[in-house]
Structure formats: structure tokens, C-alpha cells
């Protein structure tokens, strides 16, 4: 069975500094998709950002951007320019191409954006 | 409707009572999901419907949890005989059945109190 591990429970950044979050998983599928969700005390999961495996191109949108190593399967998020809107909870999730249609999700890490 | 609407919001219950809680997915989303997301923990898939049936019902816990989506809608997640265990949020997702990125599209969830 797939697992998705966040080591670091919570973070702090201040405002306009750059976080890397770190995720690793485990699988022995060659294709699956990884997303990092961002949820907010309203409890809406939000997606922030998605990756392919068979694409090498790490995926960026706009302030978000990851690093995607697929061999040492990490899969880490970048955030530039923090902003207090940022402060969240972040999750990241696994997902089979085939097969099962549920996302695996890790437990989660608590970011503060300091003023 | 332009959302996952989800309702209650909260649901305070005794132990031992029986608990419904519903999901409106987006309009024209085929697939449903049910996650379970406990204190300090990551989001559990539940369940998982195509239409109106059932694809993937593995992450039930036990026979106390019962989901139905009658007419391929509206989804009711039904707790029987309610243990304090079952306190967490519970959360609804939903998205297209074409174009499948993998991307959910979540509601604010119902917590659940069991007392």
C-alpha cells in the first residue's frame, strides 16, 4: 500500500521569505499523481499545486512550485513571496493512475507566516 | 451549485445514536468521495461512488458506516449505534468524470462530536 510521510509538523516563515515543505512517499507504481492540498481553519481542502510522475518538469503556478524527485521519491513545496494568506494546514497526497481512485494523504504540517 | 456543500456544519450526538450527514457535490460531477479526518491527522478515504454505486467502499471502518447516492447526486453518510471514536471531521469531495486530473474538489466538511 502506498504511504505519503511529512516529518515536519509545523513551520514558520516570515512574510515575503521563501519555505521549502517536504513530503516523501512510497510506492512501487511508475505512474500516480502527487498534489499538495492547503487547508484553512474553514476546513475547505484547496489545491495548491499537482504533479505527474512521468513528467520530469517540476510543476510551478505562480508562487508555488515543487521539486519532484522521483527516484528518492520526494516530492517538496516551495513557497516564494510568503504571504499571510499562506498560514495553513498543508497535506500532501498521493493518487494511482490505475486502479484505486482514492488520494493518500500524509498527516499534514502547520504553517505560520509571521508579519 | 458553485460548490461541495456539506450539512451540518457541526453535529453534537450522544453516544449510541444514529447520525446522517449529507453532501451536495458540484453540479454534473459524477464522482463522490467520503473522507474521514481525525485531531491532528490526515484525511481517511471512506468511500468512493461512480453515479450511484459504490466503486470503492474499503476505507469503511466496520458496519456502522453506511454511505448511499441514491440518484447520483446527493450523497448521505449514515452512522449507526455511535462510538466517541467517530468524532472528526468528516469530508465530502467531488469531480467531473471526464478530464480526470485527479483534482478534488472538496466541501468545508461536518465535525462530528460523539458525546
Known amino acids: 500500500a502506498q504511504t505519503v510521510t511529512q516529518s515536519q509538523p509545523e513551520m514558520s516563515v516570515q512574510e515575503a521569505e521563501t519555505v521549502t515543505l517536504s513530503c516523501t512517499y512510497d510506492t512501487s507504481e511508475s505512474d500516480y499523481y502527487l498534489f499538495w492540498y492547503k487547508q484553512p481553519p474553514s476546513r475547505q481542502m484547496i489545491l495548491v499545486i499537482r504533479q505527474e510522475a512521468y513528467k520530469q518538469q517540476n510543476a510551478t503556478e505562480n508562487r508555488f512550485s515543487v521539486n519532484f524527485q522521483k527516484a528518492a521519491k520526494s516530492f517538496s513545496l516551495k513557497i516564494s513571496d510568503s504571504q499571510l494568506g499562506d498560514a495553513a494546514m498543508y497535506f500532501c497526497a498521493y493518487r494511482s493512475t490505475s486502479g484505486s481512485e482514492k488520494l493518500v494523504f500524509g498527516k499534514g504540517m502547520k504553517l505560520t507566516v509571521n508579519p | 451549485g458553485a460548490g461541495v456543500s456539506q450539512t451540518p456544519s457541526n453535529k453534537v450526538t450522544e453516544k449510541g445514536k444514529y447520525v446522517e450527514l449529507r453532501c451536495d457535490p458540484i453540479s454534473g460531477h459524477t464522482a463522490l468521495y467520503w473522507y474521514r479526518q481525525s485531531l491532528g491527522q490526515g484525511p481517511e478515504f471512506l468511500i468512493y461512488f461512480q453515479g450511484t454505486g459504490a466503486a470503492d467502499d474499503s476505507g469503511l471502518p466496520n458496519d456502522r458506516f453506511f454511505a448511499v447516492r441514491p440518484e447520483g447526486s446527493v450523497s448521505t453518510l449514515k452512522i449507526q449505534r455511535t462510538e466517541r471514536g467517530d468524532s472528526a471531521v468528516y469530508l465530502c469531495?467531488?469531480?467531473?468524470?471526464?478530464?480526470?486530473?485527479?483534482?478534488?474538489?472538496f466541501g468545508e466538511g461536518s465535525r462530528l462530536t460523539v458525546l
Open positions: 469531495a467531488s469531480r467531473p468524470g471526464t478530464g480526470n486530473t485527479g483534482e478534488l474538489f
